[in-house]
Each structure stands twice: as structure tokens, then as C-alpha cells.
């Protein structure tokens, strides 16, 4: 049973923001490509996840995707967590091609890829500290269980390569092979059930996903430098003029009443917490101090402070 879906991570929403607002020539527009190229490649694998894993016993199996939580002020994030009444099991999701090499001697990892040769950071060092982490939370939670864990290899042209024997050999996996290796495990379990009858609530209620960072600082770019203006929802034109009660694209000639309500969501994803009438007149590009108090008072947002120094605070902050 899904307990938890996965949804986009924040991340990458944050930094299709800058994709599309940053000018095309800005000196940062590739890195954010980049970026984004290889997050949603990551998401993508962790999508891959939900083939094999749709086999296993709806009601044996409780499955947890994306599930961050805090254990002694730390966080720690679990792409999937697996419960079930006798263990819980961790799997990291890496969507890498090429031929890897998890080299157990200098604890590495390997990608040989067009004949170039790199080190990846090692996901089997990330793992052990998931499972510390967790093991941990289970106890400051008043439960017990073992937890097992699995890198997935999730890209199709994917080669595992190990030089020798590798200690973690039966951590690794690809994909097709996961679903397998889920069921051997229960073979080989013999613990208690310790696991409490609300366990998905307490997962849930703990569940703490993180809100969006500061990602202008995060990638050295000034507010300054995006593009402002409410985009046309049909040819992403920018920007459309607000006219009669309407928004309206001079490209396609298109009509909207809300268009300006992605302009804001996109502010907010840049990370800021709060916005004003004055920014909002700027960002949208209208300056009409009316329009903007009635398209801010219309989002139901929190606010604080009165008159010129109302702020209406982002919804991720709530
Ligand atoms: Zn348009």
C-alpha cells in the first residue's frame, strides 16, 4: 500500500523559476540547466521505483516516497521508505548510466562513462547514515526494527562492475531485480512485530519537508537580473498587459483572469517569505496599487503588520 506518494521536489519547481526567468544570456543560465537536468533525471529513476514495487502485497507492505524527517535536530531525507510488520527497509535511488564501480577498498564510487572516468559521491556512505538516523528516530519513538537498505539502480544502460568481492554487493541492485530482493528479505527475518497499529500517522505527522531555500544566494544571482511580468499561460510570452479586468497576451492575443497568480507562486519559490504591495506592482509589472491589494487579498494569504507595511506571508511558510 502507498502510504506517502512522491511529489516534484521543490527544488527543481525553485529552479524552473530561474530557468525561465533568468534572460537568456545571464552568465548563471547554464549551471541552472545543468542543475535541473540531473534532478529530474533523479526524480525520473525514483519514478521508476513504482513498477516493481506494485507487486509487492498491498497489505503486507507500506510504502513511504520522499519522507523527511528530524531525529536530535538533524534531518534526514529517505527517497523510499518500505515498512513492513517486521522490518523497514531504505532505498536510495541513483539514476546513473554508464559502468559503475563501487570500489570497496577506498569506499568509491566509479562511473566510466565515453571513455572518461569519475568519482560520485558514494551512496552507501549516505545510507549508513540514513540508517543510523532512523534507527535512532524508531527508538525515540519507542519502537524496534531492523532496517535494511538497498541502493536501486534505477538508468537502463546502467553496468554494475565490482573488482572484487564487494561487502555490499547484495545492497546494490538494479531495478528489475528489486522487487526480488524485497521478498528474500522477508525470508530472512525473524524479529518481533514491534511496529505500533498508527505507524502511517506517525510517519505522516512527522513527515517535516523542507520549505524553499534562499536559491538566488544559493546560485549567486540577484533579484535583479530575472525577467518580472506576468507570463502568458499558452505561449509563456511575457509580459501580458493587465486591461479590463483581464490579462492579456499581445503574442497569442490570450485571455486571463489569474495568470498573475503564478507570477506570485514564483516569487515565493525563489524563497522569500513575505511579499508587499510595491514589490508586487514591480513583479507583475502594473502599476496600480488597487490591482495589487485586491489580487493579494484575494489569496488568502497570512498577513502581518497594517496599511503600508502589510506583508502577505508565503503559503510554503505556514
Ligand atoms: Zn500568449
Same mark, same amino acid.
Given at each position: 500500500?502507498?502510504?506517502? *506518494?512522491?511529489?516534484?521536489?521543490? $527544488?527543481?519547481?525553485?529552479?524552473?523559476?530561474? +530557468?525561465? =526567468?533568468?534572460? /537568456?544570456?545571464?552568465?548563471?543560465?547554464?549551471?541552472?540547466?545543468?542543475?535541473?537536468?540531473?534532478?529530474?533525471?533523479?526524480?525520473?529513476? +525514483?519514478? +521508476?521505483?513504482?513498477?516493481?514495487? %506494485?507487486? #509487492?502485497?498491498?497489505?503486507?507492505? =507500506?510504502?513511504?516516497?520522499?519522507?523527511?524527517?528530524?531525529?536530535?535536530?538533524?534531518?534526514?531525507?529517505? !527517497?523510499?521508505? $518500505?515498512?513492513?510488520?517486521?522490518?523497514?527497509?531504505?532505498?536510495?535511488? /541513483?539514476?546513473?548510466?554508464?559502468?559503475?564501480?563501487?570500489?570497496?577498498?577506498?569506499?568509491?564510487?566509479?562511473?566510466? &562513462?565515453?571513455?572518461?572516468?569519475?568519482?560520485?559521491?558514494?551512496?552507501?556512505?549516505?545510507?549508513?547514515?540514513?540508517?543510523?538516523? &532512523?534507527?535512532?528516530?524508531?527508538?525515540?519513538?519507542?519502537?524496534?526494527?531492523?532496517? /535494511?537498505?538497498?541502493?536501486?539502480?534505477?538508468?537502463?544502460?546502467?553496468?554494475?562492475?565490482?573488482?572484487?568481492?564487494?561487502?555490499?554487493?547484495?545492497?546494490?541492485?538494479?531495478?528489475?531485480?528489486?522487487?526480488? /530482493?524485497?521478498?528474500?528479505?522477508?525470508?530472512?527475518?525473524?524479529?518481533?512485530?514491534?511496529?505500533?497499529?498508527?505507524?502511517? @500517522?506517525?510517519?505522516?505527522?512527522?513527515?517535516?519537508?523542507?520549505?524553499?531555500?534562499?536559491?538566488?544566494?544559493?546560485?549567486?544571482?540577484?533579484?535583479?537580473? #530575472?525577467?518580472?511580468?506576468?507570463?502568458?499561460?499558452?505561449?509563456?510570452?511575457?509580459?501580458?498587459?493587465?486591461? =479590463?479586468? =483581464?490579462?492579456?497576451?499581445?503574442?497569442?492575443?490570450?485571455? %486571463?483572469?489569474?495568470?498573475?497568480?503564478?507570477?506570485?507562486?514564483?516569487?515565493?519559490?525563489?524563497?522569500?517569505?513575505?511579499?508587499?504591495?510595491?514589490?508586487?506592482? +514591480?513583479? $507583475? *509589472?502594473?502599476? !496600480? *496599487?488597487?490591482?495589487? @491589494?485586491?489580487?493579494?487579498?484575494?489569496?488568502? #494569504?497570512?498577513?502581518?503588520?497594517?496599511?503600508?507595511?502589510?506583508?502577505?506571508?508565503?503559503?510554503?511558510?505556514?
Amino acid at each position: 500500500m502507498i502510504v506517502k *506518494q512522491r511529489s516534484i521536489p521543490l $527544488i527543481i519547481r525553485q529552479e524552473e523559476v530561474l +530557468e525561465r =526567468r533568468l534572460p /537568456k544570456s545571464h552568465p548563471k543560465r547554464p549551471t541552472i540547466i545543468k542543475s535541473l537536468k540531473m534532478r529530474k533525471s533523479g526524480f525520473w529513476g +525514483e519514478q +521508476e521505483l513504482d513498477y516493481p514495487l %506494485s507487486f #509487492l502485497p498491498q497489505d503486507q507492505y =507500506r510504502v513511504f516516497h520522499d519522507v523527511r524527517l528530524i531525529e536530535t535536530n538533524k534531518a534526514f531525507q529517505i !527517497d523510499t521508505l $518500505i515498512l513492513t510488520d517486521h522490518q523497514a527497509i531504505i532505498l536510495e535511488v /541513483k539514476n546513473i548510466s554508464g559502468i559503475i564501480e563501487f570500489d570497496s577498498t577506498f569506499d568509491q564510487l566509479i562511473r566510466k &562513462l565515453k571513455g572518461r572516468e569519475e568519482r560520485l559521491p558514494n551512496p552507501l556512505a549516505q545510507l549508513g547514515r540514513q540508517r543510523r538516523q &532512523l534507527a535512532n528516530w524508531f527508538s525515540s519513538n519507542n519502537f524496534l526494527m531492523p532496517i /535494511k537498505c538497498f541502493v536501486v539502480m534505477t538508468h537502463p544502460s546502467c553496468v554494475l562492475k565490482a573488482s572484487e568481492i564487494n561487502p555490499h554487493q547484495h545492497t546494490i541492485t538494479h531495478v528489475e531485480n528489486l522487487q526480488q /530482493k524485497i521478498i528474500n528479505l522477508k525470508a530472512e527475518n525473524i524479529s518481533e512485530n514491534t511496529l505500533p497499529s498508527n505507524i502511517n @500517522k506517525i510517519i505522516l505527522n512527522s513527515n517535516t519537508p523542507l520549505g524553499p531555500i534562499d536559491v538566488l544566494k544559493k546560485y549567486g544571482i540577484h533579484y535583479d537580473d #530575472l525577467n518580472k511580468g506576468v507570463e502568458c499561460p499558452r505561449c509563456f510570452m511575457s509580459p501580458m498587459k493587465w486591461t =479590463r479586468r =483581464r490579462w492579456r497576451c499581445s503574442g497569442c492575443y490570450f485571455f %486571463s483572469s489569474d495568470a498573475h497568480l503564478r507570477t506570485i507562486s514564483d516569487y515565493f519559490l525563489l524563497g522569500y517569505k513575505t511579499i508587499n504591495n510595491a514589490t508586487l506592482r +514591480e513583479l $507583475i *509589472q502594473h502599476n !496600480d *496599487q488597487a490591482v495589487s @491589494k485586491y489580487f493579494l487579498s484575494k489569496m488568502n #494569504l497570512q498577513t502581518s503588520g497594517h496599511k503600508r507595511s502589510l506583508l502577505y506571508h508565503s503559503p510554503h511558510t505556514l
